[in-house]
């Protein structure tokens, strides 16, 4: 079973709209990264948020967890075409594993 | 990428063969892992190795093994191909443990076993 869940599985948007894209997870955790992935490319590297924080902003990415809930989000704000890609969350499960979820596959339309 | 190569970048193999992923890195980083991606189900680590000669198992291990025997260089190996194995395979490393750190990730190795 998958640790992280993205939600929606897709999501198409016109450029300059700002996207959405929720993640949630089902055991305690210590921090949640998200991922991008472009077509046919490995993952990159987003942003990691841990238990403690709230929130967290890089340049047009705004993430929020809530540990309560057991979910975060990420925000894109103004998206770009550059931005249509797959994005994923991972969460760790133990000492040595990060889970991913399906992710979420974002389109961004000119 | 990060100093990740991968190769090869795509390999088709019949069913019942040996074969051998390689990823190496630049970067001197401690933990390696092997991750595959099907659709619907993310990425799922096979292996990973904290160090030279020390390797562990993940969640999809089965008919997989791995070797580590320099830093830089972290081998997988499918014992005996089958068309369940046909995937994309990641290979990623961190400085740190994982859940701590952020992973950099190879472009990945695209197996169709036929």
């Known amino acids: 079973s998958q640790q992280g869940e993205e939600d929606p599985q897709a999501l198409s948007i016109q450029e300059g709209e700002n996207a959405t894209m929720n993640c949630s997870y089902k055991?305690?955790?210590?921090?949640l990264q998200w991922y991008r992935q472009n077509s046919g490319r490995g993952l990159v590297h987003l942003i990691l948020?841990?238990?403690?924080?709230r929130e967290k902003h890089s340049g047009r990415l705004r993430v929020t967890l809530d540990t309560s809930k057991k979910s975060s989000s990420l925000l894109i704000t103004a998206s770009r075409a550059a931005d249509t890609a797959s994005y994923f969350c991972?969460?760790?499960?133990?000492?040595?594993?990060?889970?991913f979820g399906a992710g979420t596959r974002l389109t961004v339309k000119p | 990428d990060a100093g990740i190569t991968q190769s090869p970048r795509h390999k088709v193999t019949e069913t019942g063969t040996p074969v051998t992923l390689r990823c190496h890195q630049t970067?001197?980083?401690?933990?390696m892992y092997w991750y595959r991606q099907d659709p619907g189900h993310g990425l799922r680590l096979i292996h990973y190795?904290?160090?030279?000669?020390?390797?562990d198992k993940g969640e999809v291990s089965d008919g997989y093994s791995v070797s580590r025997s320099k830093t830089e260089d972290f081998l997988l190996t499918l014992e005996s191909a089958t068309s369940s194995q046909t995937s994309v395979y990641f290979c990623?490393?961190?400085?740190?443990?994982?859940?701590?750190?952020?992973?950099?990730f190879g472009q990945g190795t695209r197996l169709t076993v036929v």
């Open positions: 055991t305690s955790i210590n921090n």
């Open positions: 190795s904290y160090g030279v000669k020390d390797t």
């Open positions: 990623a490393i961190s400085e740190n443990r994982g859940e701590n750190t952020e992973a950099f």
């Open positions: 991972a969460t760790p499960l133990n000492n040595n594993d990060m889970r």
């Open positions: 970067e001197n980083h401690r933990y």
């Open positions: 948020i841990r238990s403690n924080e």
